[in-house]
């Protein structure tokens, strides 16, 4: 399965307005922002740098993956959502932001998640706290006729069962269950203290999936590093194609600042940096060196 080693579509630089701002789960809010520019252009698992449109505090922006996009009344892209957790910094700032409040945002950004190739029986999402965010656009993309990018995706999955696995420490952090409930797909939760769902870790559900009539033949991942660093080991001895979607701390997110390499193995079987916010975030889980 290919993938284009750089961006799909050139980023653009705008000022965006927030429109919404919800709390979707503890510490977890969704963030919806007007920007039409890079609403038109972005697809599933691509992200966007945010920062407070004034001021030089905090001086850099931060990177934050797409959760969907937003239509106007004629069915026209014009702004999309993210999650964030309130981590630091930014995050921290951010719950303050009101409706009207003006954003800095450049995107699209990064490779985005492979189309998924027509011949896929099961596509396995497989996500880890806000890492499942990426995987609304991309069940939306699959499942429903939301379509994304510029020009527009084609996608031919229509046979494709679509799958996520979503583990967070416990039922009160997992966050956006109201926008999965999507037909057709299946939906399966972990919590870490048998809050909701399977007790325990979200890659025992992979392992059962993996076990059954209808194992996955695609597996896409997003998370905390332990997590998908044991999600490469599964689908290597599973011998099922994989992505990771990495999540390493970021400056510019346009490839100049070199602040966000990764291990990534090479032709020659030797790793070497690779950026993440250019050649990924999403690499194929086989060349991710942990
Ligand atoms: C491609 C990509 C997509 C992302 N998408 C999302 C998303 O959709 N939602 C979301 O909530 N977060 C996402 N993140 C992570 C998000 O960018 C960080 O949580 C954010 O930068 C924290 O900013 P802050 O100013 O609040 O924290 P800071 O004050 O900058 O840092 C607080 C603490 O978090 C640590 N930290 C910061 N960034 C990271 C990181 N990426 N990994 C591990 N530790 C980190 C710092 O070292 C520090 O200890 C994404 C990251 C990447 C690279
Ligand atoms: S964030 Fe600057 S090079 Fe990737």
Known sequence: MNHPAFPPCPAL???????EQELMARNTY??????????????????FMVRPARGSDPLLGRPFALFDTFDDEHGQPVGFDFGYVTVGKLTGLMPSWQVGDEVSVWGPLGNGFPIVPAETKHLMCVAGGIGQTPFLAVARELLTSRRYGLPVRD???????????????????????????????????????DSRGHHGFVTELLRQSLASDSP??????????????????????????????????????????????????????????????????????????F
Request: charged share 20%; hydrophobic share 45%; aromatic share 8%.
């Open 155 to 193: 996608v031919a999955a229509d046979a494709t069962k679509v799958s996520l696995c979503y583990g967070a420490r416990s039922a009160e952090y997992l966050a956006g269950l109201k926008e999965f409930a999507i037909d057709g797909l299946d939906m399966r939760l972990a919590t870490d203290d």
């Open 30 to 47: 969704r963030l919806r922002l007007h920007c039409p520019e890079i609403a038109r252009r972005i697809v599933p698992g691509q992200f």
């Open 216 to 289: 996955p033949d695609l597996i896409y991942c997003c998370g905390p590093e332990p997590m998908m660093h044991a999600v490469q080991k599964i689908a290597t001895a599973a011998s099922v194609a994989c992505w990771l979607s990495l999540e390493t701390p970021m400056a510019c997110g346009i490839g100049i600042c070199y602040s966000c390499v990764a291990k990534i193995q090479q032709d020659d079987g030797e790793w070497d940096y690779r950026r993440t916010c250019l050649e990924g975030p999403i690499f194929p889980a086989a060349k991710v060196v």
């Open 13 to 19: 630089q705008v000022t965006a307005r927030v429109v």
